[in-house]
């Protein structure tokens, strides 16, 4: 199985070194490519001088673009499997197994990485939490799909979600989205526990007033897509 | 408030949301102005359910005849949505040119690369 580790990357010229080194410590037979969503700091600068496979976008597409451009390039090259993995270091790539295989035995087409099964490890801020909690919550109302952690960006895809995502994927906030828009595909999914960290440097992207309009934005997202048909597959 | 104006009032809001959604489901509009849309639809129906609203808001501002005052909040709300296109179209514009500008530079580095290779 050929596998894409793909890396958004906007501004964490902090922590990028070390999630690539790590992940090619941890699983170096899986293939990554980081996407430099035209940062403005020296994120471009240190992933040539160490020599860091990436792709540089020429205009900031933020989350939703960054990651479809590596949907694309996954489909382009061939790859069986794609998997997001965060630049600020928050996936570790030990639990990279957990959603990979369950995915390449076909128990699904997509894996969600969990940090709420087991509740270990960084377990998020409390109005995340419960913002989260929402979501799934609605999700599960307007399609019958079960996760609980909406908004972890650390999931494996096959082939076909892959293809499907390159042509429509939510651009801002396309997590939560992203789950329903599958399961009305009729494409399965199911979730695996991981254990996430703290980022592990830079700044989040997300204030309180960017999370306010996250929740209305994603739940009206999510219940306009309850009203299209299910695709049977 | 008249009923024949509630009546006609209603089904306008009703023909909106029919052909809002039906734009949204296609994928015509981006989720960012289709909240305002369905809110501003929101608006109306709460404004056609309880008029009351409207007559004291009117008063509030200082507009005696009430339909002016919807008239003004509509220009308003217009005027504000037009800002919010034009600074859209110019991030727009902006993000076009940076494009071209690096496909154009692109695309001298691969005639650049293709004529060395041929030497």
Do not use: H
């Given at each position: 199985m050929k596998v894409i580790v793909i890396i958004p990357c906007y501004n964490e010229s902090e922590s990028i070194l070390n999630v690539v080194r790590e992940l090619k410590e941890v699983k170096p037979d899986f293939d990554y490519v980081v996407i430099n969503d035209c940062s403005t700091d020296n994120t471009e600068e240190i992933l040539v001088q160490n020599g860091i496979h990436h792709i540089n976008l020429p205009v900031n597409l933020g989350i939703g673009g960054g990651v479809q451009t590596g949907f694309k390039y996954a489909v382009e090259n061939g790859y069986d499997i794609s998997v997001q993995l965060d630049g600020d270091g928050q996936h570790d790539p030990r639990y990279l197994d957990d959603i990979?295989?369950?995915?390449?035995?076909?128990?699904?087409?997509?894996?969600?990485?969990?940090?709420?099964?087991?509740?270990?490890?960084?377990?998020?801020?409390?109005?995340?939490?419960?913002?989260?909690?929402?979501?799934?919550?609605?999700?599960?109302?307007?399609?019958?799909?079960?996760?609980?952690?909406?908004?972890?960006?650390?999931?494996?895809?096959?082939?076909?979600?892959?293809?499907?995502?390159?042509?429509?994927?939510?651009?801002?906030?396309?997590?939560?989205?992203?789950?329903?828009?599958?399961?009305?595909?009729?494409?399965?999914?199911?979730?695996?526990?991981?254990?996430?960290?703290?980022?592990?440097?830079?700044?989040?992207?997300?204030?309180?007033?960017?999370?306010?309009?996250?929740?209305?934005?994603?739940?009206?997202?999510?219940?306009?897509?309850?009203?299209?048909?299910?695709?049977?597959? | 408030m008249d009923l024949a104006l509630r009546i006609f009032l209603i089904l306008s809001t009703v023909i909106y949301f029919v052909i809002l959604l039906s734009m949204l489901r296609k994928g015509k509009f981006g989720l960012k102005y289709a909240l305002i849309?369905?809110?501003?639809?929101?608006?109306?129906?709460?404004?056609?359910?309880?008029?009351?609203?409207?007559?004291?808001?009117?008063?509030?501002i200082g507009v005696s005849n009430p339909v002016n005052a919807v008239f003004l909040v509509f220009a308003l709300f217009s005027i504000i949505m037009l800002i919010s296109v034009t600074a859209s179209n110019s991030q727009l514009m902006e993000k076009n040119l940076r494009l071209s500008q690096n496909l154009a530079l692109l695309e001298e580095r691969v005639r650049r690369m293709e004529e060395e290779s041929k030497k």
């Open positions: 990979v295989t369950p995915v390449a035995e076909g128990r699904c087409d997509m894996c969600v990485g969990s940090r709420f099964i087991n509740k270990q490890g960084f377990q998020s801020s409390f109005m995340r939490r419960v913002g989260i909690r929402f979501l799934s919550r609605l999700i599960k109302i307007c399609s019958g799909v079960e996760v609980f952690d909406t908004t972890s960006g650390f999931r494996a895809m096959n082939a076909a979600v892959t293809k499907y995502f390159t042509r429509s994927y939510a651009q801002d906030y396309p997590e939560p989205e992203a789950i329903i828009s599958a399961a009305t595909q009729g494409f399965r999914i199911s979730e695996a526990a991981v254990v996430m960290r703290e980022r592990q440097g830079g700044k989040s992207s997300i204030n309180p007033l960017k999370s306010a309009y996250y929740m209305i934005k994603v739940s009206v997202a999510i219940i306009l897509y309850s009203f299209s048909g299910r695709v049977k597959r | 849309w369905l809110f501003m639809g929101i608006a109306m129906i709460v404004f056609i359910v309880f008029p009351n609203t409207v007559y004291a808001a009117s008063r509030l």
